[in-house]
């Protein structure tokens, strides 16, 4: 009896030490960032309770290292620290706008010892630690043709990577941060995208990336004068609404500055915030929107114009405004109700001619049934005279 209780404690121990031990279920990885790159490390891991996780910085070496704690926040607000602790502990750390200083051993520690964090007593269980290499290195040289493009109907552009200390495996391009499929080349390190016919939807920012370790890119712009258009070419708007007429923009660069005109016959009167209390101008850089208030049949209506600036030049658009009365809605019904009166009238004109033709009839078609009777019995009185004689 006495082993059998022995063996239970033994199991009870065992059973509750594993439940209290932590162990990491994902480690943080060492990588390769350039200068002013971000890095991500990620940390998870299990036990119960849920352990606490930490985040430290080691410098020097293993003999004279220096350990500090990353909180979120810190080296400039350049590092931003998540944690989830749910089933079990997650924990991300975010290194933002990499310099070489930041070079160095990070560190993921785990602890659900409940006297973890009390100075003055000594831990009954050890942190857990995963270390991860940080390299941070300057970016190599590349040399892009042309630097900008300004306002051309085509181009080549072009990237050659100097630095031959890095192994390229090829390139490829993107665009406004979408990869192009068909710039994939297997030439280590000369990248080149020809755009035969340049508008607006090709403008923006072309990146060169090379497939080294890590990845290398440089940029070239590829700048347009913007497409300025009306949302809606011809608006309406009834007497004493809101009119609104809206007006967006594409392409690189966006327009910096937008205006609004009226057409006043040969001439185009300016539109700004406040006009006669009942304009409102609101803009962002892809589009500028203006609001009429207490529309004017008489002095709303027309042809206005928006116009965006950008560094390239001006674009203009025209939208044509038509206010109508405000019983203007009414015409489809009135029409409407004069349908219906019209069929009515006509329908009832039609059943009162209608009416004595069918009396007519009715009357004629009683006398016939009448005379046909009289006839036979005439002819019945002269057979029974002929059969007493």
């Known amino acids: 009896m006495k082993l059998l209780w022995a063996l239970a404690a033994l199991l009870l121990s065992c059973w509750r030490a594993d439940a209290s031990t932590a162990g990491f279920i994902k480690s943080p990885l060492s990588q390769i960032k350039l200068i002013n790159d971000s890095v991500e490390l990620h940390c998870e891991v299990v036990g119960n309770p849920i352990p606490e996780v930490q985040w430290w910085f080691v410098e020097g070496e293993e003999s004279n290292e220096t350990l500090t704690q990353m909180f979120d926040g810190a080296r400039n607000e350049r590092v931003r620290i998540n944690a989830t602790y749910i089933a079990h502990a997650a924990s991300t750390l975010h290194l933002l706008s990499l310099t070489l200083d930041d070079t160095g051993t990070y560190e993921c520690r785990a602890s659900n010892d409940p006297d973890r964090n009390d100075l003055k007593k000594t831990p009954k269980i050890k942190w857990i630690r995963s270390q991860a290499n940080i390299i941070v290195i300057e970016s190599p040289q590349i040399n892009v043709d042309p630097f900008e493009v300004n306002n051309q109907t085509s181009a080549i552009l072009t990237c050659n990577l100097t630095d031959t200390s890095l192994v390229s495996k090829g390139s490829y391009w993107m665009h406004n941060n979408k990869i192009i499929e068909e710039s994939k080349s297997t030439v280590p390190n000369y990248a080149k995208y020809s755009l035969d016919k340049i508008t607006y939807y090709h403008s923006g920012r072309y990146e060169c990336v090379f497939e080294t370790e890590p990845p290398v ?37 966006l327009p910096t500055n937008w205006m609004w005109y009226k057409e006043e016959g ?71 109700v004069a349908e219906v009166i019209i069929l009515v009238t006509v329908i009832f004109i039609y059943e009162k001619r209608r009416k004595p033709d069918e009396v007519a009839d009715d009357d004629d078609s009683g006398s016939a049934p009448l005379k046909s009777n009289s006839t036979s019995n005439h002819k019945d009185k002269n057979v029974r005279q002929r059969n007493s004689n």
């Not at 940029?219 to 913007?226: A, Q, R, Y």
């Not at 040969?266 to 406040?274: H, L, P």
């Not at 589009?287 to 207490?294: A, C, F, P, R, V």
């Open 217 to 253: 890119k440089q940029s070239i712009e590829v700048k347009t004068l913007p497409h300025v258009g009306a949302y809606k070419h011809s608006e309406h708007g009834n007497e004493m609404d809101k009119g609104v007429l809206t007006c967006v923009a594409q392409g690189h660069p």
């Open 266 to 336: 040969s001439s185009e009167q300016q539109i700004v915030n406040g006009t006669n209390d009942r304009y409102e101008i609101k803009s962002t850089p892809n589009k500028t929107t203006l609001t009429i208030d207490l529309l004017n049949i008489e002095s709303d209506s027309g042809y206005y114009l928006c116009s965006g600036t950008s560094e390239l030049g001006t674009v203009k658009d025209k939208i044509h405004l038509r206010v109508r009365s405000r019983l203007a809605a009414l015409w489809p019904f009135l029409g409407i």
